[in-house]
C-alpha cells in the first residue's frame, strides 16, 4: 500500500507536492540542479529511488535537466500522457509513482532519449570517492 497523500503534503515542499504528486512542471530555467555538473547520482525527491547517473546528463538546452538514459530497470517507468492538449510520454519513479517529467525521441547517442525532468523532482547525491 502506497503512501497516503496527507503525508506526502508533511514530507514535501509546496512545489516538490505539485509536482511529484499532482504532476504540475517547474518553470524552465528555474531548476537548482539544471545546471549541475558534479558526479554522482539524480534520485527521487519523494523517496531516494536512484534514477539518473550524472554521466548521462546533457544540455538540451529546454530549461529542464536532461538525461540520455536511466540508472536501471528499476528506476522509472513510462505512461502515455494526453494532457494539455498534446500526446507525450510521461516518466514517473517506478518507486513511489512520482511524476518526474517526460522522455523525447530526440535526445543524443547512444540512446536517442531526452528524459526532461523537473529539478525539483531530484535530490542530489555526490559521487563519493
Known sequence: MGKAEKDWKLELT???YKVLR???TERPFSGKLLYNKER?????AGCRNKLFSSETKFDSGSG???FWDKVSEDSIETKT???HGMTRTEVT???CGGHLGHVFNDGPDPTGLRYCINSVALDFKNQED
Open 64 to 66: 529542464w535537466p536532461s
Open 22 to 24: 499532482e504532476c504540475e
Open 14 to 16: 509546496a512545489e516538490q
Open 93 to 95: 519513479c517506478k518507486k
Open 40 to 44: 554522482g547520482m539524480y534520485v527521487c
Open 81 to 83: 500522457d494526453r494532457s
